[in-house]
């Protein structure tokens, strides 16, 4: 059967950094909170104007060079984001324009902080049919220009970083399961009755009172802004992420501590130490970027292997543990053998 496997990884942050102290000037909180709280030191939000396709450009060009290949060897992107550049079309189009790609299918998803690993399995799905070889999935954000930058949204925007990451996932074959680089499993998980403790109300259909999506009112109301219910959104990250993880692992007959890296969602430090206590790993073994770049939802994990690459701590033949928790609620996890 045909498999899948990650050739090339690539990221890209905004140069400009927002540290706590930062924050401080705008929005009545102080670097001690976020970090006693989060973990998150800085992030990058963008200056200039940039859109997440933007960003999404010099991910996908870095994950291209590192795979060795030709663009045009690209047969499919997949475009995870919450942070679209327009209402539609989906960014991956904007993405697919930009690469000078154009006739290949480009798909946007959304998932929120599970965007990339639902992407994963679904580049892994179609490269396992034999209907595409060479996929780019990106995960790329814009937070910055959607958040509440005043205090009465600050228990939210200090926690969004902008950034993008991408892969290239490619069919190759598999003759030794334990030692030739291929993506194992993912599994996939949602529980729409949590949809309202973490989302953006407006625009949509579903606020539709006078057959409008958006009008003053919403907005005076700050509707466009995140709500999220923080203490509900961490109780339940740390729950579906530890059972989501032990289950891709039990169904590959494996033990935590025999993962040699894990690349989890980063939200929170607190989530992912909490993590890693129940799963019995050292905390070694989990590479966290949340003080650097705080939450990046979809780009999160592929930012986060690409550091991993640089700093020598993911390396060839690895076996990779990835988790993720979002709005949705949505939770998922994979095995790569890296
Ligand atoms: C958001 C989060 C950090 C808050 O931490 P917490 O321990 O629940 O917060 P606490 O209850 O200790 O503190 C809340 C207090 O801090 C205040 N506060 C909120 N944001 C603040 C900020 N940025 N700076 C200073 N104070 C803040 C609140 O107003 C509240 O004050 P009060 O007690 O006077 O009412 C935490 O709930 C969390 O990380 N949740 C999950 C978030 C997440 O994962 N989101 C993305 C999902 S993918």
Not at 3 to 25: A, M
Not at 118 to 129: C, E, W
Not at 166 to 175: D, R, T
Request: hydrophobic share 40%; with cysteine.
């Amino acid at each position: 059967m045909k498999r899948s496997k990650i050739i090339g990884v690539g990221s890209y942050v905004p140069p400009t950094i927002f540290t706590n102290h930062d924050l401080e000037k705008m929005m009545n909180t102080s670097d001690e909170w976020i970090v006693q709280r989060t973990g998150i030191k800085e992030r990058r939000w963008v200056q200039d104007g940039e859109s997440t396709s933007d960003l999404a450009l010099h991910a996908a060009n870095e994950a291209i060079k590192n795979a060795g290949i030709s663009k045009e060897e690209i047969d499919m992107i997949i475009f995870a984001t919450i942070s679209p550049d327009h209402e539609f079309p989906g960014t991956g189009c904007f993405l697919q324009a930009k690469l000078n790609l154009p006739g290949i299918p480009a798909i946007d998803i959304r998932q929120q902080c599970s965007g990339f690993v639902y992407g994963l399995s679904i580049a892994d799905s179609f490269i396992r049919t034999g209907q595409y070889k060479k996929i780019l999935l990106i995960g790329a954000e814009v937070h910055s220009s959607g958040l509440n930058k005043t205090p009465e949204g600050r228990d939210i925007s200090v926690l969004f970083g902008d950034g993008a990451g991408a892969v290239i996932v490619s069919e190759c074959e598999v003759n030794d399961e334990n030692k030739d680089p291929h993506i194992i499993s993912t599994y996939l998980h949602a529980d729409g009755s949590f949809a309202k403790e973490l989302w953006i109300c407006a625009p949509g259909t579903g606020v539709n009172k006078n057959n409008v999506r958006i009008d003053h009112s919403m907005l005076d109301q700050g509707l466009h802004f995140a709500y999220m219910n923080g203490k509900k959104v961490f109780t339940n990250a740390v729950k579906r992420m530890c059972e989501v993880t032990l289950k891709c692992l039990n169904n590959a007959k494996l033990k935590p501590n025999d993962v040699d890296l894990y690349l989890f969602h980063q939200a929170n430090l607190r989530i992912n130490e909490a993590l890693a206590e129940r799963l019995e790993i050292h905390p070694d073994k989990v590479f966290n970027t949340i003080h650097k770049y705080a939450n990046t939802t979809a780009a999160t994990i592929p930012i986060g292997m690409n550091d991993a690459v640089k700093a020598g701590k993911l390396k060839p033949g690895m076996l990779v543990g990835v988790a993720a928790f979002g709005s949705g609620f949505t939770w998922c996890s994979g095995l790569i053998r890296y």
